[in-house]
Every structure is written in C-alpha cells, then in structure tokens.
C-alpha cells in the first residue's frame, strides 16, 4: 500500500471495504450512547459467520468474523457522529467468542478487530481490549465485539 489517506473513509477504502448498513437492535436498546465525548457501542455479531470457534470454526475465519464485527461498530460510529475523522481514540473493545470448552486462542480471534482498527486510525486505533470466551452467543454468532471511542469535541 503506498501513502495512508487522510480520512478514516479514506483507508477503508484503501483497504477495499465498505461499511455495511446498519443493523436493526436485536431487541429493547440501542446501538450507541453517547455520554460527554464518549461513545458506548452496544455488541455488534455478523450475519455471516456462525458457529463455536474450535468446533466449526478456524481461528482465521473467528478473525474474519471479528474483522466484520469491527465493520459493523464503525457503522454505528458513523451513524452517530457524522464522520470517523472525528473519532479522537480507541478506548476499549470487548470481544466475546463463541469457544467450544477447550479453545483458548480467543485474541487471536480478537485480533481482526484490532488489527483493522489500526490500520484505519493509526495510532488513535490502539486501545485496551479484552477477549473472553462464552459457551454460546446469540444467534450462534462466532463472534461480538462491543466498542468505547472517545470523540474529539
């Protein structure tokens, strides 16, 4: 890849990828709140990758599907502030895993989140992060990421 964009939008598309539409709330809350300059991002999964990593599904695929997770969140972040060039950091992502009992490369998984995040904000896209395993997730989805961004002001 030769010289980043400027924007955000920009190295996505760099990158080939488009931000999907938004996805309706799977029930009684919504997809983002924001409080002062951060914004919560409720748990994003995909519709495309299902299943227990460990089981039916490779750690690359659970990276794919946590790629696409990341993808989804940034939807909403759009969605919510116009722009991703006014996203100021990272904070924190929470990642759940769908594992079958003895998988335990769950940020391996979690690293399609992350990696794409900073290859779309630098380093304004590193950030903490945890990465759990869960015995099952809805819809049987491989994978959720929930997300916090601090927003310039």
Known sequence: MTMHAATPEQRLEELGLTLPA??????????????GNLLFLAGQGTNEYRGKLGEDVTVEVGYQAARQCMLNLLTVVKQEI????????????LGFVNSAPD???QPKVMNGASDLLVQIFGE????????VGMAQLP????VEVEMIVEIEE
């Open 103 to 105: 998988f335990t490369d």
């Open 82 to 93: 116009g722009e991703l060039s006014k996203v100021k950091r990272i904070v924190k992502l």
């Open 139 to 142: 819809h049987n989805n491989a």
């Open 124 to 131: 304004k896209g590193k950030h903490a992060r945890s990465a």
């Open 22 to 35: 938004p996805r309706q709330a799977a029930g009684n809350y919504v997809s983002g709140v924001r409080s």
